[in-house]
């Protein structure tokens, strides 16, 4: 229960003074309650259907003394009157207080969600290698929707109480012994039904770890759509689908279950309460007729309230799991936690780098428990206005040594260097800010080619939007698009192709005027025409900006003034292309050669 008493209390910061005026509300609704059923007696009794001595119940007697002094034909105009405003402001009360729960609850997940997803792109990028990235989707969606149903049953609840205590005031007023024997009865239905809780709270986090299945299945099905489709696994992943969905049912059902029998433990428990109510009231403790119906009425009143209670209970445990969910979600962004927030980020200015970049002794480990190095004895200067790239076969470290020069990533030992000073505090963010990254699976938004490019330079003119796409050998295929620069991309529009894509991220990549452009196996899916396009223009830019490339097909290096080769996490080989392809016993040369012979 922890997990909720923290949201509640986050729930009350949030809400402020807004919080205890909603506590109170629920105080004085449950009073006026209280009275109005009071007021139902003397009201039955003035009509004649009772005739009951009502002298020896408490605020009655003060309420009948008062009438005395009015003409007898009034009396039951004024109880009505009174028993009228009541119900009305009783009305008045819940209404306002319905809304007013309802505006803290939504106010107060809009805040978990706004609060979640900027811990998530508050986190540095050593949690998204670590993390699975449809964690994130199923907290968001789901697990919040369950946080959020568990926030307003624990107000369900807590509104529930509030009355029953105000309601067990009333009648222990009326009546210490018998409110006794039925507290007694409630205390031990509560002790028994310990086992009916602790079932919902097994059943709810068998709910978040199946909810979880469900969530990263489905996307990562959707997501490998092709290979399904191709490869004819269609039946497996029925089959996967089926099992889910059934064990999803029987949990659902398992839980309805629950609540059924709880639901029947208390009717039974009630009828013979009351069966024992009356027989002790009439027989042992001789109480008024006036004061049991008075007690009768008050629980018949607050019997179905226990039985919220319990069914509030079960329901706000079997949340708990997605609670805690979101409690380790935020636990980890905040270890993960950038130095600097969103705010400050976006205000940095861009470095203006005079020499270039250097790695010196750098080492570098995913997991600093595990043995093996991603990279290690690092040495390598970038200068700058000039083009670097870096080969090697896969897993060599390429994509780990380009995190590291952006600062994405902060080696374990050795230093990355930028015109000769330490790569440290808000200078990672200035370098951040100068440098634009073109990755080989490039994402575009779900709308417009001029939206999509707007996104990295709002204030950009038509023709710097045209002068980029030229650049990125793309100005030509978007021209004859329908729609051209306002033709929607993806699901909403068109479908364009891999190497279109690729074109049209370099676009807005350079559109930034970046000092530092890096281009992680960007130009992979061009065709030889577009390719050669595009080392132009890489050609023409490097003279005004320092080009990084990862490319595994290695004309596209062609021009490259410094070629760096890894291997195992190691520079194996450095200097000019022409120089090393001229090393025929380097690995460069030996790359060149597969990629000639697969070629040929
Ligand atoms: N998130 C990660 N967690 C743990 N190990 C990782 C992670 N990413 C990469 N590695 C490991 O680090 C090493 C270097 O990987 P890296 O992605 O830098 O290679 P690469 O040369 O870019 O490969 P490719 O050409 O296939 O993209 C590999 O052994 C890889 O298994």
Redesign the pocket.
């Known amino acids: 229960m922890k997990q909720i008493w923290f949201y509640i209390k986050r729930l009350q910061a949030f809400a402020g003074k807004w919080f205890y005026i909603n506590l109170l509300g629920m105080i004085v609704i449950g009073f006026l309650e209280g009275i109005g059923i009071y007021l139902i007696i003397p009201m039955l009794s003035l009509i004649g259907i009772f005739n009951l001595n009502m002298g020896s119940v408490p605020l009655i007697s003060w309420m009948l003394e008062a009438l005395n002094g009015l003409p007898t034909k009034l009396n039951l105009p004024v109880i009505l009157a009174i028993y009228t405003v009541l119900l009305v402001g009783q009305a008045l009360l819940q209404r306002n207080q319905t809304i007013m729960n309802v505006k803290i609850q939504q106010g107060f997940i809009r805040y978990l969600r706004t609060d979640t997803y900027q811990s998530l792109l508050q986190a540095n990028w050593m949690f998204f290698?670590?993390k699975r990235k449809t964690d994130f989707n199923h907290v968001l969606t789901s697990e919040l929707a369950r946080v959020s149903q568990g926030t307003s049953l624990t107000l369900k609840l807590a509104t529930s109480l509030i009355f029953t205590v105000v309601q067990i005031i009333f009648a222990f007023w009326i009546s210490v012994e018998l409110t006794a024997v039925v507290l007694l009865s409630g205390l031990i239905l509560a002790v028994v039904s310990r086992k009916f809780i602790r079932n919902a709270k097994r059943l709810g986090d068998r709910t978040t770890e199946l909810s979880q299945s469900y969530f990263i299945g489905i996307t990562d099905h959707f997501n490998g759509i092709k290979d399904i489709k191709s490869n004819r696994l269609e039946q497996s992943h029925l089959t996967w689908f089926r099992n889910l969905c059934s064990q999803m049912e029987q949990n659902l059902n398992r839980f309805t279950r629950l609540q059924s029998n709880t639901q029947f433990f208390y009717r039974t428990a009630s009828a013979l309460l009351v069966v024992m109510f009356v027989y002790l009231s009439f027989e042992v403790l001789h109480v008024q007729a006036g004061q049991l119906m008075l007690i009768v009425i008050i629980f018949s009143r607050l019997w179905p309230r226990f039985t919220d209670i319990q069914s509030s209970a079960e329901q706000i445990v079997s949340t708990i799991s997605a609670f805690k969910s979101l409690i380790e979600l935020q636990q980890d962004c905040e270890e993960f936690k950038e130095q600097y927030s969103l705010d400050i980020q976006s205000n940095v200015q861009p470095i203006h780098m005079k020499q270039g970049l250097e790695c010196r002794n750098l080492y570098f480990r995913?997991?600093s428990k595990h043995s093996?190095y991603?990279l290690q004895h690092i040495n390598v200067h970038i200068p700058i206005n000039s083009m670097t790239a870096i080969v090697?076969?896969?897993?060599?470290?390429?994509?780990?040594?380009i995190d590291i020069l952006m600062g994405l990533v902060q080696p374990e030992q050795g230093e990355v260097l930028v015109d000769g000073a330490k790569l440290e505090g808000d200078k990672i963010l200035s370098l951040r800010q100068s440098v634009s990254y073109v990755a080989q699976d490039p994402f575009l938004f779900n709308s417009s080619i001029r939206e999509n490019l707007m996104l990295v330079e709002p204030g950009a003119s038509e023709e710097q939007l045209w002068e980029a796409l030229k650049f990125s050998a793309s100005d030509e295929f978007v021209r004859n698009l329908p729609m051209g620069l306002d033709t929607i991309l993806g699901d909403r529009g068109i479908r364009i192709s891999g190497g279109e894509r690729q074109r049209i991220v370099l676009a807005r990549a350079i559109l930034r005027k970046p000092s530092i452009l890096v281009l992680d196996?960007a130009t992979s899916a061009l065709d030889t025409e577009n390719e050669m396009k595009i080392q132009l223009t890489l050609d023409r830019l490097k003279h005004n900006m320092t080009i990084i490339v990862?490319a595994?097909r290695l004309s596209t290096i062609r021009n490259a003034d410094q070629v760096v080769v890894?291997e195992k996490?190691e520079i194996i080989q450095k200097g000019g292309y022409q120089q090393l392809s001229r090393e025929s016993k380097g690995t460069f040369s030996q790359l060149l050669s597969y990629q000639a012979e697969a070629k040929a």
């Open positions: 290698l670590k995913y997991d093996s991603a090697g076969k896969s897993g060599a470290g390429k994509s780990t040594l196996e990862i595994h890894l996490g």
